[in-house]
T-cell receptor, first 113, second 115 residues
Framework: DGGITQSPKYLFRKEGQNVTLSCEQN?????MYWYRQDPGQGLRLIYY???????QKGDIAEGYSVSREKKESFPLTVTSAQKNPTAFYLC????????????FGEGSRLTVL | AQSVAQPEDQVNVAEGNPLTVKCTYS??????LFWYVQYPNRGLQFLLK??????LVKGSYGFEAEFNKSQTSFHLKKPSALVSDSALYFC?????????????FGTGTRLKVLA
């Protein structure tokens, strides 16, 4: 089945550690996105990529990094510079040049201990 | 800048009654508007979208939305609510002002359907 997969579902990290969240899609979509969700704040855009080897900062990129070496993969690294990393992280993809909706993964919940 | 607003943090409705979840938008040009639903600890699921054409859009699970250009609104509706409709609902708009496609979300409205 086509879809978008995030892993791990739950992740615990100590302060000062970097962690990488995986996002893989087999929908052949060009565009991929990372959002952060906090209670009462909706979804905020971290990074997005329209094409392989290119990506742009979203509204809250500080303390995060991404890569887009393959069309199907868009991993997000939460660095130790991110001051408040505990959140629910959502990856999504869409067809760039159509009127399509976003397809979301099931999310990764990161907790900093 | 493009934006969407969901003025209600929570909407309560009795099972079997009609429901409305409100969304207003601010865009330049023609809006591409979307509704999504989220169940606890899950990703968002697409419900419906408005691109052009008929102002009444029908979507999944019996939901529909009415696009109103003069009021810049895109309210989500359902004629008869089910307890299983209880979830978090997000309105979104697609933004192309930066030369790349972004999706901007509202803050979400929690729908509670009471048995």
């Amino acid at each position: 089945d086509g879809g978008i997969t995030q892993s791990p579902k739950y992740l615990f990290r100590k302060e000062g550690q970097n962690v990488t969240l995986s996002c893989e899609q087999n929908l052949n979509h060009d565009a991929m996105y990372w959002y952060r969700q906090d209670p009462g704040q909706g979804l905020r855009l971290i990074y997005y990529s329209q094409i392989v080897n290119d990506f742009q900062k979203g509204d809250i990129a500080e303390g995060y990094s991404v890569s887009r070496e393959k069309k199907e993969s868009f991993p997000l690294t939460v660095t130790s510079a991110q001051k408040n990393p505990t959140a629910f992280y959502l990856c999504a993809c869409s067809g760039t040049y159509d009127t399509g909706e976003l397809f979301f993964g099931e999310g990764s919940r990161l907790t900093v201990l | 800048a493009q934006s969407v607003a969901q003025p209600e943090d929570q909407v309560n409705v009795a099972e079997g009654n009609p429901l409305t979840v409100k969304c207003t938008y601010s865009v330049s040009g023609n809006p591409y508007l979307f509704w999504y639903v989220q169940y606890p600890n899950r990703g968002l699921q697409f419900l419906l979208k408005y691109i052009t054409g008929d102002n009444l859009v029908k979507g999944s699970y019996g939901f529909e939305a009415e696009f109103n250009k003069s009021q810049t609104s895109f309210h989500l509706k359902k004629p008869s609510a089910l307890v299983s409709d209880s979830a978090l609902y997000f309105c979104a708009v697609r933004d192309f002002t930066s030369g790349t496609y972004k999706y901007i979300f509202g803050t979400g409205t929690r729908l509670k359907v009471l048995a």
